[in-house]
């Protein structure tokens, strides 16, 4: 049976837009993007579900913590779980937040770390080979409760696209623009809505279904 991984935040793991922050509420089952992304390519597909709310792609968070560095996170999934057949990689916009003074080009520096572990010789042989899609996240809006973490994150985000799909390029992993296909929601200007996690989980799997 193939496994898919899916590694990213809040919106990997099914956070919906927030109204009050004190509050904590996830999608269920049938409405985050990556388990409709699994029930897309089949019943003969097992999903690994990896999205941590806040997590980066190389920063110590100093308000939520060091776990939220995805460099170590990474490695323990790719070490729980396993043989995968595919992971979808998709971090970047919580590296946009005001307090990492994150240029667009150190946002894809980040995500080319971890697409350097994933496609090492170590962790390619431990699962036998797998294919790496890397998703870029829609940019961010800034609006909502959540607006202040993000001052100057709508330009860092509107500029990632075409240098996540450069470095896709380079490292001969497989590409999604996922603003091309959702936007965020106006709400809080960062999470998906469930129409956004329906539409996303189908592009999802039929970019995993272009790749393998």
Known sequence: ???????GDSNTHGTPPIIDRREYR?????VRWPTVAQAELGTGWDLAEEGLPGRTAQYDDPVMGAHMNGRVGLRIALQTHGPIDVMTLMLGTNDVKTRFAATPED??????GLLDVATSLEYQDRHGGFKILLI???????VGPIAAEFWGGA???QALPPLY?????????GFLDAGKVISVSPLDGVHYDETA??????????AIRALV
């Open 136 to 142: 870029c996240p829609p940019p961010v809006v800034e």
């Open 26 to 30: 996830r999608f269920g089952p049938g």
């Open 165 to 173: 799909e450069a470095l896709a390029r380079s490292r001969g992993v």
């Open 155 to 157: 330009a860092r985000s």
């Open 197 to 206: 996690h329906a539409a996303l989980g189908k592009a999802v799997a039929a």
């Open 1 to 7: 049976m193939p496994v898919l991984l899916t590694y």
């Open 107 to 112: 946002v894809v520096a980040g995500v080319a």
